[in-house]
């Protein structure tokens, strides 16, 4: 009976490690999220400087990282949507803290360093490699897609982010004694709709697999996301 239940132990064991190893980019995701709530949450306690640093360096990794395709719950995604709603989620924060003027500040200067950085990508291409080389054809491979997914981020990007400072204030402004928490979900699952589909036909149109699954799988993903990330905004404010 003793060699029984040992080995129904083992068993045991092995059947939960193969449920971890099979379900690792799901719990990787809940990091990810976990991860970016917690740094949300540092930034909006260190003052207007931090937020804004925070949300444009999210917008960047957003945008940067969507280039890998990953398995989630059984649906093919990018890897980045945690970012993207991070950092509009950090500028819900900052309108909701500094003021509008404060957010729109905020998206200019995102999109001056996205518009950089895509300049940069496409002149560091650019450069002719040495014939001792090896690192040129790992650049290509990362930055070729990058002047045309930055555009079309930086289009969408400033979309969203205008339609959030809108959307937002009229929000704040209807329903002042409503707390940031639904306020900041109500406007964020509306802008979550709009950058998922006006980015994912401008800019990754023939990159992915299938655009149509992108679209829908992300929006699940990003609702995951938001749902995951809103009891964090408790105690931002």
């Known amino acids: 009976a003793g060699f029984r239940c040992g080995h129904h132990s083992r068993d045991d064991m092995q059947n939960l490690s193969d449920i971890l190893v099979g379900w690792m980019n799901e719990w990787l995701f809940l990091v990810q999220i976990l991860w970016i709530g917690v740094f949300t949450l540092v930034a909006s306690k260190g003052g207007k400087t931090a937020l804004v640093t925070w949300l444009v360096f999210l917008a960047f990794l957003a945008n940067f990282f969507v280039l890998k395709q990953v398995m989630l719950f059984g649906l093919e995604v990018t890897a980045s949507d945690a970012f993207a709603l991070g950092s509009l989620l950090s500028l819900n924060l900052l309108q909701e803290k500094e003021g509008a003027g404060a957010a729109k500040r905020a998206c200019w200067i995102c999109q001056a360093i996205l518009f950089f ?12 490699p040495s014939p001792h080389d090896v690192s040129n054809p790992a650049f290509s491979l990362l930055f070729t897609p990058a002047p045309r997914l930055f555009l079309a981020s930086l289009t969408s990007l400033f979309l969203t982010q205008q339609v959030d400072i809108i959307l937002f204030s009229k929000l704040k402004m209807r329903f002042p004694e409503t707390a940031f928490p639904i306020r900041a979900f109500f406007s964020l699952t509306v802008l979550e709709i709009l950058d998922t589909v006006f980015f994912s036909i401008f800019g990754l149109y023939g990159i992915v697999y299938s655009i149509l699954e992108v679209i829908l799988f992300s929006l699940v993903i990003k609702a995951f996301s938001l749902i995951a990330l809103t009891p964090f905004t408790r105690w931002a404010c």
């Open 117 to 128: 950085f895509a300049g940069a990508s496409w002149i560091h291409l650019a450069f002719a």
